[in-house]
């Protein structure tokens, strides 16, 4: 486990999926004061597929939004999951500790990288928290 430290994730790169603008905005400015710069957003998760298919951007963590109306979180971890993503994954959502836990036996079964589940709005600490998880792949 690493120390929360913004040298720490500086050289991530990190796609956000999420249906909101404003949501996009604010995580995407929250992990620029981490000091990571190579931040992708993706408005829905329609968008972040063909982002990921055409190989534009290959993140080491993806943060993603589990209610989304194109493609929701459930259905991003499978399509995550058949390929064959091997970065960290991190499910946000406003609805509460039941549809983060539901979403998160997703996100194992289908053998991702899962780091964690945070409450929207995102905290800096809970971000922090989950993000210390990732560690190289071996």
Do not use: W
């Amino acid at each position: 486990m690493t120390q929360h430290g913004e040298q720490s994730y500086a050289h991530l790169g990190v796609m956000v999926i999420d249906d909101d603008d404003f949501q996009l905005e604010f995580i995407s400015d929250l992990l620029n004061d981490l000091g990571i710069n190579k931040v992708q957003t993706a408005l829905g998760g329609e968008n972040a597929i063909l982002t990921l298919e055409h190989g534009k951007f290959l993140p080491d963590l993806i943060l993603c939004d589990i209610q989304m109306p194109d493609i929701d979180g459930f259905e991003m971890m499978k399509l995550l999951g058949d390929r064959h993503f091997h970065g960290g994954v991190i499910l946000m959502s406003g609805q509460g500790a039941k549809v983060l836990y539901s979403a998160s036996l997703v996100a194992q079964l289908a053998r991702l990288r899962f780091l964690g589940t945070i409450e929207k709005p995102l905290q800096k600490e809970a971000l922090l928290g989950a993000m210390d998880k990732l560690s190289p792949v071996t």
